[in-house]
């Protein structure tokens, strides 16, 4: 129970249509199961509810909360629903991103709204989800945030705004982490590598037109680590650690859960 009594946001706490487990349903799974009570936050109220009712029915405490990551008042409402249903705002985990379900493309072939699209997905939802959460966090002097980026943000990526937006993500979190030290606040980010969740590998199956087998197998190949991609559960343990006091010395570390690609730079 390494989260006992603690509040979460999870913010994309639903999942894409597809095999498997998604990074943020795992997650907030995993929060609930080690004692915190989770507001699960999806664009797809539904696919929140599914995620609270799996919590629900392993004991956990969790409530679904309907939002549109790019539009800041929505994000403003998300934390207040979690401040006044529980009282206080323990943690934060932006687990939101798109890159070609958003239009994502390489540099010739990207188009102005598929920039502006997965800048708002995936940056400034962080960004506003943090600028609301922040001031109650410093009224408590604790607070952790957890932002998922990708490997894709340090390593060969060719779509333009997916591996832009991601690295932004970093350096975001790092400032976080500076400016709100004093105040007990710490700020990681998580960097997944090829991970086998529906929004990496259902929707690239889709886009490609190939078999999920097909997307699957030349993704696993890829991976050091027994040529085998990770889960959502990975990304889940590797922010339980972020998130408990076993990491309370631990703030502004870039933490890549990639199975051994990222030893290849350079």
Known sequence: MRLQDRVAIVVGAGQSPGEGIGNGRATALTFAREGASVLCVDRDLASA???VDLIAANGGAAAAFKADVT??????AMVADAHARWGRIDILHNNVGVSLAGGDAELLDITEEAIDRCVAINLKSCIFAARYV???MRRQMSGAIINISSM???TSYPYVAY???KAAMI???QQLAYQNAEYGIRANVILPG???TPMAVDTRARAFNKSRAEVEAERDAKVPLRHKM????DVANAALFLASDEASFVTGVTLPVDGGASVRRG
């Open 163 to 165: 591996k832009a937006t």
């Open 49 to 51: 509810q599914a995620t």
């Open 152 to 154: 894709a943000a340090i």
């Open 230 to 233: 990770g889960t959502g559960w």
């Open 134 to 136: 922040i001031p109650i």
């Open 194 to 196: 090829l991970m086998n």
């Open 171 to 173: 350096a975001f979190t």
């Open 71 to 76: 539009r800041e008042t929505e994000l403003k």
